[in-house]
C-alpha cells in the first residue's frame, strides 16, 4: 500500500507495468556473471512485483560480493550517509464531516472530536518517531486525511513547533494541507498560514453541482470557486487543485470545458485523479446496481490525453503521471515519495519508510500505524506510537519501489540514484 499523499495511478500505468514485464525476460552477459559470482544455488522467496520486474540472474545477484547465501541483503549505501537523517513527515488527521461516495481511505465520521486528546497524540507521536529515526532534518511536511481543514490550527501549530524542536526544519520547508472547499475550512486558512501551512490543497474534484452530489461531497460549487479565490489570496502560488475525471455520465466534451474553467481559476498547480470503483463504496454498490454508470475506458484514456494536451498549451509542466505544475510549483513533498526518500508517519493509519537507529537498527522499515483513532491513541499513551506493523525492507524491496514510483515522475530513475541503491547490478542490466 502507498502513503495517503501518492494519489492513485491513472491509466499511463499499464504501459509501465507492460515495459517492467518485458524487460524482466531479458538477461544480459553483465547479470549471468554477477550470477556466478554469487554463487547462489537457490532464488529467495520475492513477491510477484520482483518476479516481474528482475530477471533471475539479476534476482539472484542483488547480494555483494562475498556474502554467503543466508546474509541479508547489503544495506543501501545512501541509508548509511548524510541523507539517513533527512525525511518528510506525514501527519494524518482522520477525521471527515460525511463520507464521498467513492472514497476508501483510512477516515471516520464522528461529530465530537476530542481535539485535545488528537493534537497531544499527534505530538507524542512525533516525538517518538523522530527520536527512534534519530531525523536531524524534516524536509516537508503533509497534513493529509481524512480532512485535516478541520483540525484545529493550534494543533498544526503544536506539531510544527515539536518538529522544530526535535529536529531542524528546512529552510523555507513546504508544509502542504488538504482543505475541503467549504466555508467552515476557508474561513481557517489565514489561520493555518500562521500556524506555519505554506501550501494549501483544495479537493474542488468536480465544478458541476450533479457530479459533485453524486460523488457524496459537501461542497458545492459556488463554494469550490470561492474557497479557491480566497486560498490564492493567502497562498499566491502554491495553491493546488485535485480534480476527479471519468466521473458517471461524464463525456470528453464535458471534461474538456470544465478543465477550461478550472484554468480560469487555478492558481499554479493541478492533480489530475483518474475515479477509482473501490469495493464498499457507496458507488461502486450504485454501479453494481446500475443506478449510475461509468465512461468506457477509452473515453477516460482521451480525457486523460485531453487534459495533458489542454494544461500543456496553459503552460503547465506534467512533471508526474497526475500532477501538473508551472512556475516550477511543483510538490516537494511527494516528489520525496517517487524518489524512494524517507518519511515519518504520525496519526491513525499513517504509512512511514525509515531507518530506526534509534532502536540500534540500521535497515530501513515500513511501518504502518493502527488505523482506528481511538485504539491509535490508546497505543501513543501506552507506547509512545501507535505502530501496528513494521517490516524490514531487503534491498530488493527498495529497489521495487524505487522502479516503481520513479517511474511515475517524467524524468524517470536517474542512474546515480539506482546506485545508491545497486552498486552491482545497473539499471539497464537490471531491466535489460
Known amino acids: 500500500p502507498l ?40 532464488m529467495p522467496v520475492l513477491g510477484k512485483a520482483a518476479l516481474r520486474l528482475f530477471p533471475r540472474p539479476a534476482r539472484r545477484c542483488l547480494r555483494a560480493e562475498g556474502q554467503c547465501p543466508g546474509e541479508p541483503l547489503a544495506q543501501p549505501t545512501s541509508e548509511d550517509g548524510e541523507a539517513s537523517h533527512r525525511a518528510s513527515l506525514y501527519v494524518h488527521w482522520p477525521f471527515c464531516k460525511r463520507r464521498c461516495t467513492y472514497c476508501n481511505f ?21 516525538e517518538t518517531l523522530l527520536r527512534d529515526s534519530q531525523v536531524k532534518e524534516i524536509t516537508s511536511v503533509f497534513f493529509g486525511g481524512g480532512t485535516p481543514s478541520l483540525a484545529k490550527p493550534s494543533t498544526i ?8 524542536k526535535a529536529s531542524r526544519l528546512s529552510h523555507n520547508v513546504e508544509v502542504s494541507l488538504e482543505a475541503n472547499p467549504t466555508s467552515v475550512s476557508t474561513s481557517k486558512l489565514a489561520e493555518f498560514k500562521k500556524a506555519g501551512v505554506t501550501r494549501i490543497s483544495i479537493g474542488i474534484q468536480a465544478l458541476r453541482n450533479h457530479d459533485l452530489k453524486i460523488l457524496g461531497r459537501d461542497h458545492t ?4 470557486v470561492w474557497s479557491l479565490e480566497e ?35 487555478c492558481d499554479h498547480h493541478v492533480s489530475l485523479y483518474q475515479l477509482t470503483l473501490e469495493r464498499g463504496t457507496a458507488l461502486y454498490k450504485q454501479v453494481q446496481e446500475k443506478v449510475v454508470s461509468m465512461p468506457e475506458q477509452d473515453v477516460v484514456a482521451n480525457m486523460y490525453h485531453a487534459a495533458r494536451s489542454i494544461l500543456e498549451k496553459a503552460g503547465f509542466h506534467q512533471y508526474e503521471v497526475s500532477n501538473f505544475a508551472k512556475d516550477g510549483a511543483v510538490s516537494l513533498h511527494n516528489l520525496g515519495y517517487w524518489k524512494g526518500m524517507q518519511y515519518l508517519g504520525v496519526g491513525p493509519g499513517a504509512h512511514g519508510r525509515f531507518v530506526p537507529w534509534g532502536e540500534g537498527k540500521t535497515q530501513r522499515e515500513a511501518r504502518i500505524q493502527t488505523l482506528e483513532p481511538d ?44 546506485r545508491q541503491y545497486s552498486p552491482l547490478l545497473g539499471l539497464e542490466e537490471a531491466l535489460g
Not at 483510512?106 to 512525533?126: C, F, W
Not at 501549530?157 to 522544530?164: C, G, H, K, M
Not at 475525471?245 to 470528453?252: A, D, N, T
Request: glycine share 10%.
Open 375 to 418: 485504539n491509535w491513541l490508546r497505543e501513543v499513551r501506552q507506547f509512545g506510537h501507535g505502530t501496528r506493523k513494521r517490516v524490514q525492507q531487503s534491498e530488493l524491496d527498495i529497489l521495487e519501489e524505487m522502479l516503481v514510483l520513479g517511474l511515475r515522475m517524467n524524468e524517470g530513475l536517474a542512474h546515480p540514484r539506482w
Open 157 to 164: 501549530a503544536s506539531i510544527l513547533e515539536t518538529v522544530a
Open 3 to 42: 502513503p495517503r499523499g501518492i494519489g492513485v495511478l491513472p491509466l499511463c500505468w499499464r504501459s509501465c507495468a507492460g515495459f517492467s514485464t518485458a524487460a524482466a525476460g531479458h538477461q544480459g552477459a553483465r547479470t549471468r556473471a554477477l550470477h556466478r559470482a554469487c554463487g547462489r544455488e537457490k
Open 231 to 265: 486560498a490564492r489570496k493567502l497562498y499566491p502560488g502554491c495553491t493546488s487543485v485535485d480534480i476527479i475525471f471519468g466521473r458517471p455520465g461524464q463525456s470528453l466534451e464535458l471534461w474538456e470545458e470544465e478543465l477550461e474553467e478550472i484554468l480560469t481559476l
Open 221 to 224: 460549487v459556488h463554494e469550490a
Open 106 to 126: 483510512n477516515k471516520y465520521i464522528s461529530p465530537n472530536v476530542d481535539h485535545n486528546a488528537m493534537r497531544d497524540g499527534l505530538v507524542q507521536e512525533t
